[in-house]
């Protein structure tokens, strides 16, 4: 009885401010995929949380990552205000082919660039693991907050990134928050991508 306790006890979390910021976040991706501008409050203090959260864990660029998200959160909570439909809900809207492949080479471009800097330069833990978390995690947020569809299919990428890589490193809490953010992202996309269906629909 006493390992199943310390089991879920490590799944739990005994710190309130990772628990607090898988709470947060939870309540900040019902709300993205119902398109509803509230997620952003959510939003911006779960990353202000997990800012340190990382930096603890010496994860730097999962630390460096959250000021980035402060700041995307606040502009796309301005893009979204004036991408609303008569419903009061966002307008999904979709990448063209060659925006995909310069998002793509962006990305491989920064994993590169940024895991080799952390791996020379300081004692970062799995420095290009987590270098690709951060990499595609920008792409993600910023294809969120401009309201393309294909937004949830690298937050998925970067979900099935994250959960190994927080385990690994002890985080119990905020991988199985990743678990749940990769569920949701799941439902996410599907969600989107019925609703720009049915809008397209009735453009045509």
Do not use: C
Request: glycine fraction near 6%.
């Amino acid at each position: 009885m006493e390992a199943v306790y310390d089991f879920l006890l490590a799944m739990t979390g005994s710190r309130k401010i990772e628990i607090i910021a898988v709470l947060l976040g939870i309540a900040n991706i019902t709300l993205l995929i119902r398109r509803s501008i509230w997620n952003y409050p959510f939003g911006i203090v779960m990353v202000t949380l997990y800012a340190w959260i990382f930096f603890e864990a010496k994860l730097y660029s999962d630390a460096l990552l959250q000021p980035f998200f402060f700041v995307v959160q606040i502009y796309g909570w301005y893009y979204w205000l004036k991408g609303r439909g008569d419903d009061g809900l966002i307008v999904v809207r979709r990448l063209s082919g060659r925006q995909a492949i310069g998002y793509g080479a962006a990305a491989l471009a920064g994993i590169s660039v940024w895991g080799t800097l952390m791996a020379r330069h300081t004692d970062a833990s799995f420095p290009y693991w987590d270098a690709s978390i951060l990499a595609l995690s920008i792409v993600a947020q910023f294809l969120l907050a401009r309201r393309r569809l294909e937004n949830w299919l690298v937050w998925i990428a970067v979900d099935l990134l994250a959960i190994g890589l927080y385990w690994t490193k002890d985080l119990y809490p905020t991988a199985a928050l990743y678990f749940v953010f990769l569920v949701l992202a799941t439902v996410g996309y599907f969600n989107w991508r019925r609703i720009y269906k049915n809008s397209s629909r009735e453009q045509a």
